[in-house]
């Protein structure tokens, strides 16, 4: 039988934070680049009720599979409320608050960049991780999942010298299994070279270009299509236009520095591309409709009254 106690210390004690340590920290895999575990129904709530797990950074990608219990947490501030059979993920740099559990059991492998092949970096599920944090599986889904994480819990926990394989090969095929589920539900028959991949890229290219690109144009011409293919095609799949996407992005970042970050609220008007202090303002409240210290009062003052 494998550890399963060392493996739940692994993930929730390089998750703790001391009470009066008001910067929100960057999470970092203790060991390697890839680490699976087993978490034991209601060993959480114990373990909480005695340590201090604040808002963090993660520095790394995850996966949750939830096979007992209810979870409640949030992501990129962002609520979410987990139960038996959901699936949650989590991406590098996001922000990350476990709120509340009760009876929570299941498995989680978190992994680095590294980990990923050239050929699965492009499925379905790794592209689309950065908006769509949780799914939730029919039995016999959750099922197979489980069984992919307790193989690889067990070549982890009692290795040879053909465990690495074996990991490594358990590992793609969670990867095709989840993508192929991802596409089903949330995809459908969207999932297409001409429309879907194509607002994939682009929110790939904006995530990584939005500081120093910030027009449709600007994309457009990086994706090769015209600026109004672009937008139809975004609108098409996601019911909003190009240039909202890309302004997303900055909102995301502005959320992040003002919670992450003690800068001043000018100073990220600056990092997030803004000129104008007075501009940034009417911009965020614009768009999450209060203004940014209301936004940095409201939510520090709620990840404080979790603990």
């Not at 982890?156 to 690495?164: G, I, N």
């Not at 501009?279 to 709620?302: D, G, V």
């Amino acid at each position: 039988m494998h550890n399963s106690s060392k493996a739940f210390n692994f993930s929730f004690t390089c998750l703790m934070k001391q009470k009066n340590q008001k910067e929100i920290v960057t999470r970092k895999i203790r060991e390697g680049i890839f680490h699976i575990q087993e978490i034991i129904s209601g060993r959480y709530e114990k373990f909480r009720a005695t340590s201090f797990i604040g808002p963090h950074r993660v520095d790394f990608y995850s996966i949750f599979l939830v096979t007992t219990g209810y979870i409640k947490h949030d992501i990129d501030f962002r609520s979410y409320e987990c139960k038996s059979g959901d699936i949650f993920f989590m991406l590098p740099q996001q922000i990350h608050l476990f709120e509340t559990a009760r009876d929570f059991g299941g498995y989680s492998v978190v992994f680095k960049s590294e980990m990923l092949q050239s050929s699965e970096t492009s499925l379905p599920l790794i592209q689309n991780l950065r908006h769509t944090n949780m799914l939730s599986l029919n039995k016999n889904q959750a099922i197979q999942i489980a069984a992919l994480f307790q193989r690889m819990i067990r070549e982890q926990d009692q290795p040879d010298s053909f465990s690495p394989s074996l990991i490594r090969s358990y590992f793609s095929t969670l990867l095709l299994e989840l993508s192929r589920i991802y596409q089903e539900v949330v995809a459908g028959a969207e999932w297409t070279e001409g429309g879907t991949v194509l607002v994939e890229r682009f929110r790939d290219l904006v995530d990584k270009h939005w500081r120093s690109v910030t027009t449709v144009t600007g994309y457009a011409k990086m994706l090769f299509v015209s600026p109004g293919h672009l937008n139809q095609i975004v609108k098409a799949s996601t019911g909003r236009n190009a240039s909202e996407l890309i302004q997303e992005r900055k909102l995301i970042e502005a959320k992040r520095l003002l919670i992450h970050s003690t800068l001043a609220i000018k100073e990220i008007a600056f990092q997030t591309g803004f000129e104008d202090p007075a501009y940034f303002n009417r911009f965020f409240k614009k768009w999450n409709r209060s203004t940014p210290q209301e936004f940095r009062e409201e939510i520090l003052k709620k990840y404080n009254s979790s603990f």
